[in-house]
């Protein structure tokens, strides 16, 4: 798949590459990147390296991870964002803001617009996002984004060689206004039993 770009009304959606490894470095020398996030701690430039010019590209080249640098239109770095497919129509976004660009809301713009872009142009019918339990800034991102929060999951990621519950949602077409590839039918609501 070759990689896409996307704008919004104030970012640059975009691959990253070779000339993005020095701002990819800065960023996530962030403890709190470090901390709630998957990749390596300490991170060293060496990481960065094999971010940008293997990682991005190999999962571009496969379908299997979109990676998008979040770049204010002067090119300066505020985020990452990436959607690892699932399966045929369901994929996982991650994501995480630079320290001297969070509360400006460009993360929930630009999660906002990848997730858009794999309904209308993947065909993804279910975006689903998880965190570590106590990731209030994810969490938070996720749900002005759009996405329900669905429970918590037991055991399921592992963080510095730790397993730790975390929490699961997702959005789907519909709560964007979107149609689905296929029909969705809810489970019905349950009442509560009533008595003997």
């Not at 770049?71 to 770095?77: D, H, K």
């Not at 630079?98 to 617009?113: D, I, L, P, S, W």
């Not at 938070?140 to 963080?159: N, P």
């Not at 709560?175 to 689905?180: A, F, N, Q, R, V």
Request: hydrophobic share 40%.
């Amino acid at each position: 798949m070759e990689p896409a770009t996307l704008t919004t009304d104030r970012l640059i959606l975009r691959t990253v590459g070779p000339d993005d490894t020095e701002a990819v470095y800065a960023a996530a020398q962030d403890p709190d990147i470090q901390r709630w996030t998957s990749i390596p701690s300490p991170y060293l430039p060496e990481h960065a390296q094999g971010f940008t010019e293997q990682l991005v590209p190999d999962g571009w080249a496969s379908g299997s991870m979109l990676t998008f640098g979040a770049f204010l239109p002067e090119g300066e770095l505020v985020g990452m964002l990436g959607l690892t497919m699932r399966s045929v129509s369901a994929a996982e976004i991650g994501f995480w803001g630079t320290k001297e660009h969070r509360r400006n809301g460009y993360v929930t713009e630009a999660a906002r617009a990848v997730s858009r872009w794999a309904f209308t142009r993947l065909s993804v019918d279910r975006v689903e996002w998880r965190a570590e339990v106590g990731n209030r800034p994810s969490r938070a991102v996720a749900e002005r984004v759009g996405f329900v929060v669905e429970g918590v999951l037991r055991s399921a990621i592992i963080h510095q060689g730790v397993r730790r519950d975390c929490w699961v949602g997702s959005l789907l077409p519909s709560d964007l206004g979107l149609p689905s590839t296929a029909p969705y039918l809810p489970a019905p609501e349950r009442s509560a039993p009533s008595g003997p």
